[in-house]
Nanobody, 126 residues
Framework: QVQLAESGGGLVQAGGSLRLSCAAAEGTFLDYALGWFRQAPGKEREFVAGTTWSGRRTYESDSVKGRFTVSRGTAKNTVHLEMNSLKPEDTAVYYC???????????????????WGQGTQVTVSS
């Protein structure tokens, strides 16, 4: 059982930056891929970025590539999403999720992830 908690959301102007963090309140991230997803009002939840459990491989969606970076924290049970050059279309609730996965891939299908945080709101004003 893994319990996740996100932090770091907020309101920022377009072009600004935010750093989201996800911590395991209980359990450990060992052997778990960590994914970041987002859901905007009226839209489906979409994969944003993710990392394998060791941090050896990371992936970002095309919509955020070059602007967002996912990384494992120095604390073993944390993962971060660094978001730069934010755009109004990045406005959404951001979730972190965990799924058992080999250290070679990060699932992009949200249905594969059994453990989810409560989400944190990111709002980018124009």
């Amino acid at each position: 059982q893994v319990q996740l908690a996100e932090s770091g959301g907020g309101l920022v102007q377009a072009g600004g930056s935010l750093r989201l963090s996800c911590a395991a309140a209980e359990g450990t991230f060992l052997d778990y891929a960590l994914g970041w997803f987002r859901q905007a009002p009226g839209k489906e939840r979409e994969f944003v970025a993710g990392t394998t459990w060791s941090g050896r491989r990371t992936y970002e969606s095309d919509s955020v590539k070059g602007r967002f970076t996912v990384s494992r924290g120095t604390a073993k049970n944390t993962v971060h999403l660094e978001m730069n050059s934010l755009k109004p279309e990045d406005t959404a609730v951001y979730y972190c999720a965990a799924a058992l996965a080999p250290d070679t891939s990060v699932p992009r299908n949200s249905e594969i992830y059994p453990y989810w945080g409560q989400g944190t709101q990111v709002t980018v004003s124009s």
